[in-house]
């Protein structure tokens, strides 16, 4: 079982950027293929990004891809998310989990809520 703890936050204007971190428990965090999901207000929860266990393979959203960038460090137990030229639809509580393999998801942090002003 892996505990995540998300951080990184915050209000930004547009345009600016943002960095999230994902802290996991566990010695086996490292096996572990990892996402980030966001849900905004009256909307359902979207994926916007995962990368695999070794961090061979990177998957976006459409949404996100070419200002968002998903990474991990394993000797850290942390997934990152860098988040570059952000649009208000960016605004949303984003949340890290973790799974046995991409796609596939059991474990999830509290969030961590990301505004964006126009």
């Known amino acids: 079982q892996v505990q995540l703890v998300e951080s990184g936050g915050g209000l930004v204007q547009a345009g600016g950027s943002l960095r999230l971190s994902c802290a996991g428990s566990g010695r086996t965090f490292s096996s572990y293929a990892m996402g980030w999901f966001r849900q905004a207000p009256g909307k359902e929860r979207e994926f916007v990004a995962a990368?695999?266990?070794?961090?061979?393979?990177?998957d976006y959203a459409d949404s996100v891809k070419g200002r968002f960038t998903i990474s991990r460090d394993n000797a850290k137990n942390t997934v990152y998310l860098q988040m570059n030229s952000l649009k208000p639809e960016d605004t949303a509580v984003y949340s890290c989990t973790a799974g046995g393999r991409l796609g596939v998801y059991n474990y999830w942090g509290q969030g961590t809520q990301v505004t964006v002003s126009s």
């Open positions: 990368i695999s266990w070794n961090g061979d393979r990177l």
